[in-house]
């Protein structure tokens, strides 16, 4: 089964508002998570990552969370714009900097 | 900023013929990477490359896959009898070992 999902599929957000995406991880021996960007005809681009040391990360309109203790990443997007409109992976590394890709959420933003 | 190329962006074949995909990963990178997608589905490995070698595979890199590094600058997937199963988005990503992988734009193979 998938070590790595997440919760749902879609997302819509109106423009200007905050987005919250989410992801469960089921193994507890995973130390890295990357979050990837998807737009259509694309090859999935890095947003943010976070290593398991830490619980937080910020970057631009961007925010990461990590709870190990539940298992679960989570991405939040702020002032979401249209070119936010894209699907959105989170992904684990177990080892050797193989990455495990969750199932994807496709956020779609309103105008 | 760099980036990873990935050529062709679209491949049609007949399945039982032999497909090679290319790639041209950032320069000081150390780790290669095949990754696929199936329409509508996430990304899955297939396989890492380090060293000049195979450094793990997944259960879907059979005996038909096969990759190489045959210069400094490409690393080819090759796909010997492709099979209709075998359509998918191919994506080549390469990483320095300490950052994250960096993807190409893919190649969309279509099997008939």
């Known amino acids: 089964g998938e070590n790595v999902g997440l919760h749902l599929p879609t997302l819509s957000v109106q423009e200007g508002d905050n987005s919250i995406i989410n992801c469960a991880y089921s193994?507890?021996?995973?130390?890295?998570f990357i979050w990837y960007k998807q737009e259509s005809g694309k090859g999935p681009q890095f947003i943010i990552d976070?290593?398991?040391?830490?619980d937080k990360r910020q970057g631009q309109r961007v925010t990461v969370l990590l709870n190990k203790t539940v298992k679960h990443l989570s991405l939040q997007i702020a002032a979401t714009q249209p070119g936010d409109s894209a699907v959105y992976f989170c992904a684990e590394n177990r080892d050797d900097y193989k990455l495990s890709f969750g199932a994807g959420t496709t956020v779609t933003v309103r105008a | 900023e760099p980036e990873v190329t990935q050529t062709p962006s679209h491949q049609v074949t007949q399945m039982g013929q032999e497909v090679i995909l290319r790639c041209v990963p950032i320069?000081?990178?150390?780790?290669f990477y095949w990754y696929r997608q199936i329409l509508g589905q996430k990304v899955e490995f297939l396989v890492s490359?380090?060293?000049?070698?195979?450094?793990?595979k997944s259960e879907i890199f059979d005996d038909q896959f096969s990759v190489e590094r045959p210069d400094g600058s490409n690393f080819t997937l090759k796909i010997r009898s492709t099979k209709l199963e075998d359509s998918a988005m191919y994506f080549c990503a390469s990483s320095g070992g300490v950052s994250p992988l960096h993807f190409g734009n893919g190649t969309r193979l279509t099997v008939t």
């Open positions: 320069s000081n990178h150390l780790y």
């Open positions: 193994n507890s021996a995973s130390d890295y």
């Open positions: 490359f380090y060293n000049n070698e195979i450094s793990e």
């Open positions: 976070i290593r398991s040391n830490m």
